[in-house]
Structure formats: C-alpha cells, structure tokens
C-alpha cells in the first residue's frame, strides 16, 4: 500500500525554522514527483511546493518563495520541507503529496498523508 508519513512539525515563534520530513513507501519514490499542500485553520487546502522526479526542479507558491526549500533523497525515499523566517500566516497542517504525470501539481494529487501541524506563534 501507498503510505506517505509526514514528520516534524512543531509549535515554533516568528522568525523560526522548521524542516518537515515525508517517508514515502509502497511505490516506486522516483517515478513520482512530490508536493506539499497545507490547510490553515478554518480555510481551504493551498499548494505550497513542487519537486519532480528525477531533477529535482522545484516550484514554490509565491507566499512561500524564498523562505521554503523543498528537496528529496531519492536513496531514503524521503521528501523534505526546510521552512525558514516563519510566519503566523504559515500555521497551518501541512500534508505531502505524491503528484502522478497527468496532474496539474498546484492542484491535483493521487495521495496525501496524514499531515502534521506547524503553529508559528507572533
């Protein structure tokens, strides 16, 4: 079975860092590109990144562009979040996708994890 297992979230301040962490397994990790939605509180799930398969490339919301890097390690089948000069608007529960070929990746997934929590405090 698909199973993606988000990690290292956390209650941080302003300004803070934080690098969530995606364990992927049940599929071939480097036939997929990956991404991370989140959903703030009361609101409705927002894409936040994109990595592809085999390259790397990434993509970012413009909300996020240039304070979160996204990266993988293909030989650990893990996907990773490094989130820099958090802000209170970025809490939020933050989910890892897995990004079939046919997927527009700002809006489409085949599956998503459980989630985990990142409360950034002012």
């Known amino acids: 079975d698909v199973q993606l297992v988000e990690s290292g979230g956390g209650m941080v301040q302003s300004g803070g860092s934080l690098r969530l962490s995606c364990a992927a397994s049940?599929?071939?990790?480097?036939?997929?590109?990956m991404g991370w939605f989140r959903q703030p509180p009361g609101k409705t799930p927002e894409w936040v990144s994109y990595?592809?398969?085999?390259?790397?490339?990434?993509d970012y919301a413009d909300s996020v562009q240039g304070r979160f890097t996204a990266s993988r390690d293909n030989a650990r089948n893990t996907m990773y979040l490094q989130m820099n000069d958090l802000k209170p608007e970025d809490t939020a529960r933050y989910y890892c996708?897995?990004?079939?070929?046919?997927?527009?990746?700002?809006?489409?997934?085949?599956?998503w994890g459980q989630g985990t929590q990142v409360t950034v405090q002012s």
């Open positions: 996708t897995r990004v079939p070929s046919w997927a527009n990746y700002k809006y489409e997934y085949d599956r």
């Open positions: 049940g599929f071939t990790f480097t036939d997929y590109a």
């Open positions: 990595i592809q398969a085999g390259a790397g490339l990434t």
